[in-house]
Protein backbone atom coordinates (compact mmCIF):
# COMPACT_ATOMS: atom_id res chain seq x y z
CA UNK A 1 0.00 0.00 0.00
CA UNK A 2 1.69 3.07 -0.83
CA UNK A 3 1.38 5.97 1.47
CA UNK A 4 0.79 9.87 1.24
CA UNK A 5 2.99 12.35 3.45
CA UNK A 6 3.01 16.25 3.88
CA UNK A 7 6.44 17.58 2.63
CA UNK A 8 7.24 21.59 3.09
CA UNK A 9 10.58 22.90 1.79
CA UNK A 10 11.20 25.95 4.53
CA UNK A 11 11.82 29.46 3.72
CA UNK A 12 15.42 29.11 4.97
CA UNK A 13 16.18 26.55 1.64
CA UNK A 14 13.82 28.32 -0.80
CA UNK A 15 15.37 31.79 -0.17
CA UNK A 16 18.51 30.23 -0.48
CA UNK A 17 17.66 28.50 -3.44
CA UNK A 18 18.02 24.81 -2.58
CA UNK A 19 14.43 23.86 -3.55
CA UNK A 20 15.94 22.51 -6.79
CA UNK A 21 18.62 19.95 -5.66
CA UNK A 22 15.69 18.91 -2.46
CA UNK A 23 13.41 18.24 -5.22
CA UNK A 24 15.84 16.07 -6.89
CA UNK A 25 16.88 14.28 -4.10
CA UNK A 26 12.97 13.85 -3.40
CA UNK A 27 12.32 12.23 -7.03
CA UNK A 28 16.10 10.20 -6.50
CA UNK A 29 14.51 8.82 -3.32
CA UNK A 30 11.58 7.47 -5.06
CA UNK A 31 8.97 9.92 -4.30
CA UNK A 32 6.22 10.52 -6.24
CA UNK A 33 5.26 14.56 -6.47
CA UNK A 34 1.50 14.26 -6.28
CA UNK A 35 0.99 18.16 -5.69
CA UNK A 36 3.51 20.94 -5.06
CA UNK A 37 2.44 24.65 -4.52
CA UNK A 38 4.98 27.58 -3.68
CA UNK A 39 2.75 29.82 -0.56
CA UNK A 40 3.99 32.51 1.33
CA UNK A 41 2.47 31.55 4.54
CA UNK A 42 0.81 34.07 6.51
CA UNK A 43 1.85 34.18 10.36
CA UNK A 44 -1.81 32.97 11.44
CA UNK A 45 -1.47 29.88 8.14
CA UNK A 46 1.98 29.42 9.85
CA UNK A 47 -0.24 28.84 13.28
CA UNK A 48 -2.39 26.56 11.92
CA UNK A 49 -0.03 24.72 10.57
CA UNK A 50 1.75 24.05 13.64
CA UNK A 51 -0.89 24.11 16.32
CA UNK A 52 -0.11 21.01 17.92
CA UNK A 53 3.34 22.57 19.16
CA UNK A 54 1.45 26.00 20.09
CA UNK A 55 2.27 25.46 23.79
CA UNK A 56 6.39 24.78 22.98
CA UNK A 57 8.69 27.49 24.26
CA UNK A 58 9.41 28.19 20.38
CA UNK A 59 6.29 28.45 18.82
CA UNK A 60 6.53 32.10 18.29
CA UNK A 61 9.79 31.81 16.58
CA UNK A 62 9.00 28.85 14.50
CA UNK A 63 5.76 30.87 13.38
CA UNK A 64 7.88 34.01 12.34
CA UNK A 65 10.60 31.66 10.47
CA UNK A 66 7.68 29.62 8.64
CA UNK A 67 6.07 33.28 8.13
CA UNK A 68 9.07 34.77 6.88
CA UNK A 69 9.42 34.00 3.03
CA UNK A 70 7.97 31.24 0.76
CA UNK A 71 8.06 27.81 0.58
CA UNK A 72 7.44 24.53 -1.31
CA UNK A 73 4.18 22.53 0.02
CA UNK A 74 4.59 19.34 -1.32
CA UNK A 75 2.68 16.09 -0.96
CA UNK A 76 4.50 12.92 -1.45
CA UNK A 77 3.64 9.33 -2.48
CA UNK A 78 5.22 5.98 -1.84
CA UNK A 79 5.26 2.92 0.11
CA UNK A 80 5.78 3.54 4.22
CA UNK A 81 6.16 7.46 2.77
CA UNK A 82 5.66 8.80 5.81
CA UNK A 83 8.93 7.00 7.41
CA UNK A 84 10.94 7.39 4.36
CA UNK A 85 10.37 10.73 4.20
CA UNK A 86 11.95 11.45 7.91
CA UNK A 87 14.35 9.20 6.82
CA UNK A 88 15.21 10.87 4.09
CA UNK A 89 14.99 14.51 6.25
CA UNK A 90 16.92 13.02 8.94
CA UNK A 91 16.46 14.44 12.77
CA UNK A 92 15.24 17.39 13.42
CA UNK A 93 18.36 19.11 14.47
CA UNK A 94 20.62 18.99 11.85
CA UNK A 95 23.52 18.24 14.48
CA UNK A 96 22.04 14.94 15.11
CA UNK A 97 21.12 14.21 11.85
CA UNK A 98 22.51 11.29 9.84
CA UNK A 99 25.46 11.95 7.30
CA UNK A 100 23.41 12.17 3.41
CA UNK A 101 20.52 13.37 5.30
CA UNK A 102 18.95 16.96 4.11
CA UNK A 103 18.67 18.31 7.61
CA UNK A 104 23.11 17.39 7.49
CA UNK A 105 23.57 18.87 4.80
CA UNK A 106 20.90 21.66 3.86
CA UNK A 107 19.62 23.28 7.54
CA UNK A 108 20.98 26.03 9.25
CA UNK A 109 19.44 25.34 12.91
CA UNK A 110 17.53 23.24 14.91
CA UNK A 111 15.03 25.63 13.46
CA UNK A 112 15.66 26.73 10.14
CA UNK A 113 15.68 23.09 9.01
CA UNK A 114 15.03 23.09 5.40
CA UNK A 115 12.49 20.48 5.44
CA UNK A 116 9.48 19.60 6.70
CA UNK A 117 7.36 15.82 7.17
CA UNK A 118 4.69 14.26 8.69
CA UNK A 119 5.26 12.48 11.42
CA UNK A 120 1.82 10.16 11.51
CA UNK A 121 -0.73 9.37 9.46
CA UNK A 122 -3.41 11.10 11.25
CA UNK A 123 -0.72 14.30 11.36
CA UNK A 124 -0.29 13.65 7.59
CA UNK A 125 -4.14 13.46 7.10
CA UNK A 126 -4.80 16.98 8.40
CA UNK A 127 -1.39 18.57 6.97
CA UNK A 128 -2.78 17.62 3.49
CA UNK A 129 -5.88 18.64 4.14
CA UNK A 130 -4.58 21.95 5.67
CA UNK A 131 -3.04 22.38 2.46
CA UNK A 132 -4.52 20.62 -0.72
CA UNK A 133 -8.32 19.98 -1.46
CA UNK A 134 -9.03 16.11 -2.04
CA UNK A 135 -9.80 16.62 -5.79
CA UNK A 136 -6.19 17.71 -6.37
CA UNK A 137 -5.04 14.58 -4.96
CA UNK A 138 -7.89 12.35 -7.62
CA UNK A 139 -5.29 10.95 -10.13
P1 LIG B 1 10.13 17.76 13.13
O1 LIG B 1 10.04 18.89 12.11
O2 LIG B 1 11.41 17.00 12.98
O3 LIG B 1 8.91 16.87 13.14
P2 LIG B 1 9.11 18.96 15.59
O4 LIG B 1 9.52 18.55 16.98
O5 LIG B 1 7.75 18.55 15.12
O6 LIG B 1 10.25 18.46 14.58
O7 LIG B 1 9.23 20.55 15.54
C1 LIG B 1 8.67 21.28 14.47
C2 LIG B 1 9.68 22.30 14.00
O8 LIG B 1 9.91 23.23 15.07
C3 LIG B 1 11.07 21.76 13.66
O9 LIG B 1 11.17 21.21 12.38
C4 LIG B 1 11.92 23.00 13.82
O10 LIG B 1 11.78 23.89 12.70
C5 LIG B 1 11.26 23.66 15.04
N1 LIG B 1 11.90 23.24 16.30
C6 LIG B 1 11.82 22.02 16.91
N2 LIG B 1 12.52 22.00 18.05
C7 LIG B 1 13.05 23.24 18.19
C8 LIG B 1 13.87 23.85 19.19
O11 LIG B 1 14.26 23.23 20.19
N3 LIG B 1 14.22 25.15 18.96
C9 LIG B 1 13.81 25.87 17.88
N4 LIG B 1 13.03 25.32 16.93
C10 LIG B 1 12.66 24.03 17.07
MG1 LIG C 1 6.96 17.36 13.63
Redesign the pocket.
Known amino acids: MTELTLAIIKPDAVGRRLAGRILQRIEDGGFHIRAMRRAHLSRRQAEGF?AV?RERP?FA??TAFMSSGPAIILVLEAEDAIKRWRALMGA?DPAKAEPGTLRREFAES????AT??S?APDTAAYEIGYFFAGVELVE
Open positions: YHFSLTIERNHGD
